[in-house]
């Protein structure tokens, strides 16, 4: 095929529009009578089950699944033989979630389709530590954009932290924990630095009885 397609990938933190981005993008495909899927991974379940990508502004579209054991080029083969033409765009979001192996099978689509895939997700966990599907976007893709997002106090958010039921920063914990604004906010390094330094702070402070009776302290 003499069709040129890319491999892209479009990162960012939470809540930095990423997911209204390829929403966006979808419409105006549909717009313009482009051909075009959008595929999730099934481990996101926010929706209550539903085959959707959803916005947190309140728009969503339809998607196909991504199972852990889902062959995403044989997926792209089937698409082809089904409809006898080749799908324009693939649009993925939380493309973090997927294998390396599953980031592989989307290079061969836009290698040997020449469909344009746009990968959009986070780059790094709660840890900051990178998700073993954004590695590897990392290393093939042939774009690679950050979707830029502005923590409280005005610099760049770069970490996805953890919180608990309190607001606290969570440091421990499986790499994979899906959650909205609930269990994490996007900060800037500086910020998640100095936020658990004053929870250690906090938590070395020694612990006083307190008497309701008396209203004293011992």
Known sequence: MNRKGK???RYGTMGSAKTALLL???YNFEERKMRYVC???HIDTREGGRSVIRSRIGIERECKWIYPDTDIYALAQNLFEQNMTVIDWFLVDEAQFLTAGQIDQLARIVDDFGSNVICFGLRT???SRLFEGSRRLFEIADTIDEIKSTCTCGRK???NAR???SGDIVTEGAQVEIGGDERYIAVCRKCWRNRRIEQQARMSLPFAEFSPATGNTD
């Open 163 to 165: 919180i608990d039921a």
């Open 39 to 41: 595929l999730k991974p």
């Open 7 to 9: 491999l892209y990938f």
């Open 24 to 26: 966006t993008m979808a």
């Open 157 to 159: 958010t770069i970490v």
């Open 125 to 127: 966990d709660f840890q």
